[in-house]
T-cell receptor, first 117, second 113 residues
């Protein structure tokens, strides 16, 4: 399977613990995105990488959240001192930078479901 | 970014054609219209994208009138496996190198036997 993969698929943690999620994009894709989705809502943008450079972070991404993409390949999203409000599905997507005005097609992974007790 | 409005939910039966309309009155000249599908506990999946008139692929058709203030996703002969949430997205926010998608709440399509 050459799609976007995420690990773990499920994570249960206690409030105050740190968690780290991993995303492996489609190999030739240079753009990588993180989104968060809560029940009944569409995904919300968190952050975006072009190669290894993190180019934008949403206001949702507080100082407890950090993301990295070393060497422009896989990415990790870390949440420190988790809170119950962090419980959500965390989605990763990747795309190949397109030329011209046509937007990139973003390919999503299956997500990591976080439950904070 | 252009705001989109689509029905919260729709019901259909197997074998029927389903049309989901999305309104986007303030679409910008260079905005594209994109539809994603999402099954429970999965990430969204790209369905189709277009700029004007009609676009068709192996999954769906997208109809865009001349004024581009709305668009209609057409799913031919739906099956139970088409039960999902369908998101209409207009434009992609470009700011520097930003390329983020802005999702609404989508349309929950329920296909019954």
């Amino acid at each position: 399977d050459t799609g976007v993969s995420q690990d773990p698929r499920h994570k249960i943690t206690k409030r105050g613990q740190n968690v780290t999620f991993r995303c492996d994009p489609i190999s030739e894709h240079n753009r990588l995105y993180w989104y968060r989705q809560t029940l009944g809502q569409g995904p919300e943008f968190l952050t975006y990488f072009q190669n290894e450079a993190q180019l934008e972070k949403s206001r949702l991404l507080s100082d407890r959240f950090s993301a990295e993409r070393p060497k422009g390949s896989f990415s990790t999203l870390e949440i420190q001192r988790t809170e119950q409000g962090d419980s959500a599905m965390y989605l990763c997507a990747s795309s190949l930078e397109s030329s011209g005005a046509v937007p990139d097609t973003q390919y999503f992974g299956p997500g990591t479901r976080l439950t904070v007790l | 970014l252009a705001k989109t409005t689509q029905p919260i939910s729709m019901d259909s039966y197997e074998g029927q054609e389903v049309n989901i309309t999305c309104s986007h009155n303030n679409i910008a000249t260079n905005d594209y219209i994109t539809w994603y599908q999402q099954f429970p506990s999965q990430g969204p999946r790209f369905i189709i994208q277009g700029y004007k008139t009609k676009v068709t692929n192996e999954v769906a058709s997208l109809f865009i009138p001349a004024d581009r203030k709305s668009s209609t996703l057409s799913l031919p002969r739906v099956s139970l496996s088409d039960t999902a949430v369908y998101y209409c997205l207009v434009g992609v926010e470009y700011g520097g190198a930003t390329n983020k998608l802005i999702f609404g709440t989508g349309t929950l399509l329920a296909v019954q036997p």
